[in-house]
């Protein structure tokens, strides 16, 4: 027995949470609920019984463990205290691994009693969205599935109504096993690289961004439904939007086209016939059907043509509106036998060659979108997927003031409720298909038990790949953030795979979307010497941002990112806590053990020019500073070259499943750190920058209107908080565009070189309201910032207050003639135990407060019941050295 206090850390905050809901997208039944609380499980091995007996009364399984469905075997482990957090400190490696246990290990029963019967005429169904790997199902004696039932992705669905207990009271077992091939964890990238062999999840087997998962995630891992219908079942609905011309995110538009078809099934003996129809805005459009006795048939309906449309945009471009779209069959005489509600954006993707650049550019409505992404792997190691950390991580995203998120190729297509969290935060998605090049065979690896030839042919099972893709793309091809498919990462599927994607599949099923064949392909983007890749990866200098021209759409290009001292101690022991030791001769640091087996990635000599390393809390928060520094210059020098060198970049990656310390804008318990903010300043849509290296400061206005009559204000600030205006100018800047306005270098460099500076941009409107701001710190002659390590105690006051419930405005002064009050962490705390409510939602963070000046914070947070809150205020020159608690006022 482990007593996983931490371990649980994520799972009370979601427990607490539960009063939230977040209003699901996807088509939901008329009548229909989830199965997912009271299962009972228990290892094969301890069970004698056969599935036919355990899904009958005959056999008691109320002493059997309490299992978590939707979950894994080790989620479900992890819950009953049997084993230790793999999340937290080196506890994985005390977990068994299935490739040493054997199969069986992690193959587990099922069970669930529910209640349930069926009227007259009604028909039930038992429905499956994702089991890992195989399973056979039984219910009241009874074995629901034919054959083998075989696939990670692939939903599936049983008609029970000839099954279920006239007494209502039905017992399901279902017997779990795991991939077929489980592969070695042997430290490589997908272990020995054969978990590719399966059509599943690569990064089980371990990569260097996470531990091998110990049982590859078997189990029943995403819901289970039962739906009720009469006569007539609606499956796989498909919405089309037209969206002819280029449009504007605001007034009149002309009119959008909706086009709609939908598989009905009759199960029954009889010909039935009604009326199917869909409604939007207030319009029925509809048609009689007649179907046949035990058939299927996909009916299209008439087109409509959608007057002034409401028009869906990506973040930064426009609102994100939603239609309501009423799904339903009527039987001639009777009530609607099933219908469904679809959330549809009115828009149209569309993608072409940019000679220019050398690479794809992605436009939707008909203006074209400068892609700023983030790579994205899966929500949860351990499956562990809900509504709630879906919202709070796509949030996150547009919060960053990114528009895209790349689904990588080793995880899977994401969940319905992801996408429904790109739909409302307008992010759009580009979705891999299940391959990678490490696994799949791009590249000669020692690690890999087979050659790169027979690696080339993975996974064993082509006709479980298709018909996977096929059931795949059906489940979320009606979302509007859904704009590029691609054939997997950094390799494309065998041949015979990918021909029938391009020329069947796609085509068929989803022909609106730009498929490119894999991730960093020159179908993509090609470099000036005719090729494509991605990087470059890890802490770089700024000037590479600005000055190294890489791959024109790029799909992978990113750095550090570890969060600050209250994260890390959430999963590495106090002993541990050691802050790594760069070396300057050997390039090499040395690094505490579990660092390193959370992945560490060297800050190199960055931290050092901000002082001496204390401690691991002072490494962490000096490593804020470089974050920052390091996102914002890498937005800033992609948009710099905005249409010119790229068309997008993707930055590799954004987020975290597991507690691992590299690539993230936030933990995995959604605390975000000074990455994302460093994004949010140097992504926002109308922008104000800085150029490191020439000095030059520019202007980039990604938005479809022209920006006239705004000011410029430049500002330099010298270490005591003395201001110097360098000028003040007026200035313009056409739509989707950069512009260059003043080189500042020589001022700069001249009042920098003693201890540094701080460079103040300020864009003004007409009613000097700012559009943008942006502040620079500036090392000194030696490339150190000296000044910043004698900087003298700011004089900052803050003042909270609940704005509404959920909602607190914070509002942040300094003093005239005071120093700067730099870099300031704001946290909201539950004020008793002072530790920092999460996820809680900041429009902007580790703000920095000229003399002077005020500046207001506003946090959006879920409900927490009643607890009593208060705000942390941190900067990097805060009087005490310590946090300053504020209360909040009512």
């Known amino acids: 027995m482990y007593n996983n206090t931490r371990g649980t850390y994520f799972s009370a905050l979601i427990s607490s949470l ?38 009958t009364a005959a056999i008691n399984t109320a002493n059997w463990m309490p299992a978590t469905v939707p979950g894994t075997v080790l989620t479900t482990l992890l819950n009953n205290k049997k084993v230790p957090d793999p999340f937290y400190g080196m506890n994985n490696e005390y977990i068994p691994d299935i490739y040493k246990t054997g199969a069986d290990y992690y193959t587990y029963w099922f069970v669930k009693e529910f209640k349930e019967t069926a009227a007259a005429g009604n028909q039930v169904y038992l429905d499956f969205r994702g089991v890992n790997y195989s399973c056979d199902i039984f219910l009241n004696g009874h074995k629901l599935n034919k054959g083998v039932q075989k696939g990670m992705f692939l939903r599936f669905s049983f008609n029970i109504t000839p099954y279920l207990s006239k007494s209502g009271n039905n017992k399901l077992a279902v017997l779990v096993h795991p991939p077929d091939v489980v592969g070695n964890a042997n430290g490589g ?12 999840l690569q990064y089980t087997a371990g990569w260097d961004w996470i531990q091998p998962v110990r049982d590859r995630n078997t189990g029943i891992w995403d819901k289970v439904t039962i739906h009720k219908t009469g006569a007539i079942r609606i499956n796989d609905t498909h919405v089309i939007t037209n ?9 009149p538009q002309k009119p959008a086209t909706i086009r709609l078809e939908t598989e009905l099934s009759n199960p029954t003996s009889a010909i039935v016939s009604g009326t199917l129809s869909y409604e939007i805005d207030g319009t029925v459009v ?29 973040n930064g471009y426009g609102p994100q509106n939603l239609y309501n779209v009423k799904v339903r069959f009527t039987p001639a005489g009777k009530a609607p036998s099933d219908q469904q509600t679809i959330k549809v954006g009115v828009r149209e993707i569309q993608t072409s060659w940019n000679d220019h650049t050398g690479s794809r550019e992605v436009a939707v409505n008909g203006q074209r979108v400068f ?3 983030g790579n994205w792997v899966i929500s949860d190691a351990m499956l562990r997927l809900s509504d709630l950390r879906y919202d709070a991580e796509v949030r996150f995203h547009r919060d960053m003031n990114l528009n895209l998120i790349r689904v990588w190729g080793g995880a899977m297509i994401e969940r319905p409720e992801f996408y429904d969290a790109c739909d409302r935060y307008g992010i759009l998605v580009f979705q891999d298909l299940w391959g990678s090049g490490d696994c799949n065979g791009r590249w000669i690896d020692p690690m890999k038990k087979d050659d790169q030839w027979t690696r080339r042919k993975y996974p064993d099972d082509h006709g479980l790949f298709l018909r996977s893709a096929e059931d795949q793309i059906k489940m979320v091809r009606n ?59 890890g802490i770089q200098p700024l000037s590479v941002f600005w000055e190294f021209k890489t791959y024109p759409f790029n799909s992978e290009v990113g750095s550090v990112g570890i969060n600050d001292d209250e994260s890390l101690k959430r999963f590495i022991p106090a002993k541990n806590m050691i802050a790594p030791e760069y070396d300057e001769s050997s390039r090499k640091s040395k690094t505490d053990s579990v660092w390193d087996y959370h992945k560490y990635i060297g800050y190199d000599t960055s931290i050092n020019k901000y002082g001496k390393v204390k401690s691991a809390a002072d490494f962490a928060k000096k490593a804020q500073l470089v974050n920052y520094d390091q996102y914002r210059g890498l937005a800033e020098g992609f948009t710099s070259h905005m249409w010119d060198w790229y068309t997008g970049f993707i930055i590799w990656k954004t987020q975290n499943p597991w507690t691992a310390m590299r690539g993230q804008m936030y933990d995995y318990y959604l605390d975000p750190n000074a990455c994302l903010y460093g994004l949010h300043n140097g992504s926002e849509p109308l922008h104000v920058m800085y150029n490191p290296v020439n000095g030059m400061i520019s202007l980039a206005n990604n938005g479809y209107k022209p920006m006239r009559n705004m000011m410029l204000v430049v500002k330099a600030y010298d270490m005591a908080g003395k201001e110097k205006l360098i000028t003040q100018v007026f200035c313009d800047i056409v739509p989707a565009s950069t512009k260059r306005v003043l080189s500042v270098k020589n001022a700069m460099d001249q009042m ?4 540094g500076a701080f460079l103040s941009l300020q864009l003004l409107d007409t009613d000097k309201k700012v559009l943008s701001e942006n502040l620079y710190w500036m090392a000194d002659k030696n490339g150190d910032y000296s000044g910043l390590q004698k900087m003298k105690e700011d004089e900052l006051t803050a003042t909270a207050r609940y704005v509404k419930p959920c909602q607190v405005e914070v509002t942040l002064h300094n003093k005239q003639n005071a120093v700067i ?21 900041y429009n902007n963070n580790y703000i920095s407060v000229l003399p002077g000046e005020e500046k207001k914070i506003i946090i959006d947070y879920p409900n927490k019941g009643k607890n009593k809150l208060a705000v942390t205020v941190d900067g990097w020159n805060t009087a005490g050295n310590n946090p300053h608690l504020i209360n909040i006022a009512n």
Request: net charge neutral; hydrophobic share 35%; with cysteine.
């Open 479 to 537: 979302h509007a953030s859904l704009a590029i498919w691609c054939g997997g990462n950094e390799i494309t599927p065998p041949e015979d795979i990918l021909v029938a994607l391009k020329e069947d599949i796609l085509p068929r099923l989803d022909n609106t979307r730009w498929f490119v064949d894999y991730s960093n392909s020159e179908e993509m983007s090609r470099n000036t010497l005719g090729g494509n890749g991605d990087g470059p990866y």
């Open 821 to 841: 009050s730099f870099f300031n962490r704001i946290s909201l705390v539950d004020a008793g135990t002072k530790e920092r409510v999460l996820p809680a939602f």
């Open 752 to 755: 920098a070189a003693k201890e």
């Open 286 to 314: 509809s048609r009689s059907v007649a179907l046949k006795p035990n058939s299927t048939a996909t009916i299209k309906l008439p087109d409509y043509t959608l007057q002034n449309p409401k028009l869906w945009w990506p």
């Open 243 to 251: 969206v002819p011309g280029i449009r504007q995110p605001e007034g």
């Open 18 to 55: 539960i009063t939230i809901i977040f209003l699901s997208n996807s088509a939901q039944a008329q009548s229909g609920y989830e199965l997912n609380s009271g299962w009972k499980c228990a290892p094969v091995k301890e069970v004698s019984a056969d599935g036919t007996r355990l899904s």
């Open 189 to 200: 990238q997908g272990g020995d690289g054969t978990i590719a062999r399966n059509v599943g």
């Open 371 to 373: 892609i700023k992404g």
